[in-house]
């Protein structure tokens, strides 16, 4: 098997092989003066089985359009079989029409990955259990849910001091398999809203009783606006120490200031997307999710 890295993740593609006892094989990404990108696979890959490591994060279009080029590249090369590992998958969030008028983002990337001759997909906690659908290649979804539930009990958080909190009803699904994997830990939801048009969240209650340790957990962080504002309303009820777990720290520009300046003491998100040194702050704890990806590829 080879394994191969756009640019957007090299650390954890390099992780993911190392955990294979292997290294990456050789790709160049060269710009043209306009801006544009094109991409060259350095090792014979005829008949080979390949894998192509790329999440698409920000600069998500960038990134994909990457993704698709090494893929097309690794087809004309002859590969017997290509693999995308993605671990956070850009646009998944638009899986269906919010308001009239919109599209559906992930359905378009799926068709595309579809059309260029993707034979699989890898990804790690999508947003929504509807998103598989969209694709019509075998797309298998990891959990980081059990890297969590380690260090939760790590932690010596247990279910007779501590609940599970999802700070929208989306969560409930993860929250259950978290609460499984933690012995029957209680858990909370919050009545989150969200403005379409503006992206404001607000909240207001608490379905489920709220002890002095609250666990928020969360698919992605984008804002921190989500996770700013479920740490205000568990403080309010009582919460003394607040931890949050997110798979995907899809930072937008602010997010690290408002995460260290919320009300959380801790905020554990995994490698799926690279944070750059800029963006790290006190509060922040990055787990791997490699070992998941390797075992799933030699599986
Ligand atoms: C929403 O449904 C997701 O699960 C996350 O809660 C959300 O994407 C987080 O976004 P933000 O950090 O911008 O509030």
């Not at 259990?129 to 797309?139: C, D, L, R, S, T």
């Not at 957990?217 to 009820?237: E, Q």
Request: with cysteine.
């Amino acid at each position: 098997m080879k394994i191969f890295s756009g640019t957007s993740n090299k650390n954890l593609a390099e992780k993911i092989a190392k955990d294979l006892g292997t290294g990456l094989s050789g790709l160049e990404v060269s710009v043209f003066p306009d801006g544009e990108k094109r991409v060259r696979i350095l090792d014979k890959v005829l008949d080979e089985d390949t894998v192509v490591v790329q999440a698409t994060s920000s600069p998500v279009d960038e990134n994909y359009m990457q993704l698709f080029f090494i893929i097309d590249a690794l087809k004309r090369g002859g590969a017997k079989s290509v693999t995308a590992v993605v671990p956070y998958l850009g646009y998944q969030r638009q899986d269906h029409m919010f308001r009239k008028g919109e599209d559906v983002s992930v359905k378009v990337i799926a068709e595309i990955l579809d059309t260029i001759g993707l034979g699989k997909l890898i990804t790690v906690d999508l947003h929504s259990i509807k998103i598989k659908e969209a694709f019509n290649i075998p797309v298998v979804e990891l959990s980081a849910l059990s890297v969590f539930a380690k260090v939760i009990t790590e932690k010596g958080w247990r279910k007779d001091s501590a609940v599970l909190v999802t700070p929208d009803m989306g969560g409930i699904r993860r929250i259950r398999i978290l609460s499984e994997l933690l012995d029957n830990m209680p858990f909370a939801v919050i009545e989150k809203n969200r403005d379409l048009a503006t992206g404001t969240v607000s909240a207001e209650n608490i379905e489920g009783k709220i002890g002095k340790k609250a666990i928020i957990v969360d698919d992605m962080i984008s804002s921190g606006g989500t996770v700013a504002m479920a740490a205000d309303l568990l403080r309010k009820n009582g919460a003394e120490q607040i931890c949050v777990f997110a798979t995907h720290a899809v930072f937008s520009e602010k997010a690290p200031k408002i995460l260290q300046e919320s009300g959380v003491n801790s905020v554990y998100v995994t490698d799926t997307v690279f944070v750059p040194g800029e963006e790290m702050f006190s509060k922040l704890k990055i787990l791997s999710v490699s070992k998941l990806i390797a075992d799933e590829l030699v599986d």
